[in-house]
């Protein structure tokens, strides 16, 4: 199979910078979504799907059949559009086996209901660090790469192209912050180096861009490139120079603004809590916990 027969469409939601993706095969039809969002008004508490829509649209004109919605991680700053998808146009929703320490750490943070089990079994599929699996002729590969938070994945599609999810931005953005209960800039460090080990020609398609001032957005870059020119973690950067900048950092930033409802929805796959007594859903706000 020639390496170009594999397609990558990207969308960004504008309001949180995120980027999903419709990777699909351009003669076989077979396709998987990767990081889809749900929009989500802060303000009223309100969600719409006109951002996932998009996606559904464009899997629709296609003609492709969805195998897989893969989640790179539990995000923190946007609520997963992935159920949605699902039922729109079919896949299992699949993400890294770790998702269960994440779901264990937030479920004392939001003293979530008994029956909220940090299982994983809110997934379809959990993945583990080395799994490979078949889309057509495509072939995934599963890389554990942790940091960010305890349950980061990268996808390499037919080890060409890597979807990294947050753990690397674009190479004048630099590296995914590692505060978030949990995280670890030490173990981002490492799991950044397996990345930048695979062929310097590998395509990496990243979650979120900041751009700064003149640049517009961008979802591509390269090993070589980030080898070369990451602000953060170019070749000759060492382990403890990393670890210091990002601590430094990291102490600086504020929590992401939907961090708190994207939590609580994106560790149950994406959907919302159970009604309360009174038919209606609610999403809690811990006082004092981050």
Not at 83 to 92: A, D, L, R, Y
Not at 94 to 110: A, L, N, S
Not at 263 to 275: E, H, L, T
């Amino acid at each position: 199979m020639a390496t170009d027969a594999v397609q990558v469409k990207a969308f960004l939601d504008d309001d949180s910078e995120t980027f999903s993706y419709v990777v699909y095969h351009e003669t076989e039809r077979q396709a998987v979504v990767v990081d889809p969002v749900l929009n989500f008004d802060y303000k009223s508490g309100r969600t719409h799907t006109k951002g996932a829509q998009r996606l559904v649209d464009f899997v629709n004109a296609e003609n492709l059949s969805v195998a897989w919605v893969l989640e790179t991680h539990a995000h923190a700053d946007h609520l997963s559009a992935a159920p949605f998808v699902k039922e729109q146009v079919g896949g299992k929703i699949g993400i890294g086996e770790h998702i269960k320490d994440v779901q264990q750490i937030f479920k004392d943070v939001f003293n979530l209901e008994k029956e909220f089990l940090p299982n994983g079994h809110q997934f379809d599929h959990l993945f583990t660090d080395g799994e490979t699996f078949q889309v057509g002729s495509m072939h995934f590969e599963v890389m554990h790469t942790p940091g960010h938070t305890p349950a980061d994945l990268c996808y390499i599609v037919n080890g060409n192209k890597v979807f990294v999810g947050d753990t690397l931005f674009m190479p004048d953005v630099g590296t995914a912050r590692c505060d978030f209960p949990g995280g670890s800039a030490t173990t981002l460090y490492r799991s950044i180096k397996k990345i930048l080990a695979l062929p310097e020609a590998t395509e990496i398609y990243i979650c979120h861009d900041y751009p700064p001032e003149g640049r517009e957005h961008e979802c591509k870059t390269t090993v070589a490139a980030q080898r070369k020119h990451s602000k953060h973690v170019h070749d000759g950067v060492s382990e403890a120079e990393f670890v210091s900048m990002r601590e430094e950092r990291d102490a600086t930033l504020e929590m992401p603004r939907l961090i708190l409802p994207s939590i609580q929805v994106n560790i149950r796959a994406g959907n919302m809590p159970p009604p309360d007594a009174d038919g209606k859903v609610y999403l809690k706000l811990p006082i004092n916990q981050l």
